[in-house]
Nanobody, 121 residues
Framework: QVHLVESGGGLVQAGGSLTLSCAAS????????VGWYRQAPGKQRELVAS???????NYADSVKGRFTMSRDDAKNTVYLQMNRLKSEDTADYYC???????????????WGQGTQVTVSS
């Protein structure tokens, strides 16, 4: 069974920093696409950052230059370093891990339970 467990959320003042962690058990992050989504109350879910199966990292325009996603294969954990936080970064943050279902390219996705980030202005 696969479990993703996020941690590191909390309350921080605008301009501050937080680092979110997502630890996986039951499946490796390496070689699979992984990423972070966020969802604020009343807003659509937004893809914040991702690392492709090939190792390419992408960011939403809203967080470029402020957020950094990384992966520690030894710990089977991914991180989201968030700097210069803004009130609009307030949301629940979820990590995900994709896995290949079939040779035809079907992909499944595991989700973490989410961690709340609140940025006070």
């Amino acid at each position: 069974q696969v479990h993703l467990v996020e941690s590191g959320g909390g309350l921080v003042q605008a301009g501050g920093s937080l680092t979110l962690s997502c630890a996986a058990s039951g499946r490796r992050f390496s070689g699979n696409a992984v990423g972070w989504y966020r969802q604020a109350p009343g807003k659509q879910r937004e893809l914040v950052a991702s690392i492709s199966s090939g190792g390419n990292t992408n960011y939403a325009d809203s967080v470029k230059g402020r957020f950094t996603m990384s992966r520690d294969d030894a710990k089977n954990t991914v991180y989201l370093q968030m700097n210069r936080l803004k009130s609009e970064d307030t949301a629940d943050y979820y990590c995900y891990l994709d896995y290949v279902i079939s040779v035809e390219g079907a992909v499944g996705r595991y989700w973490g339970q989410g961690t709340q980030v609140t940025v006070s202005s």
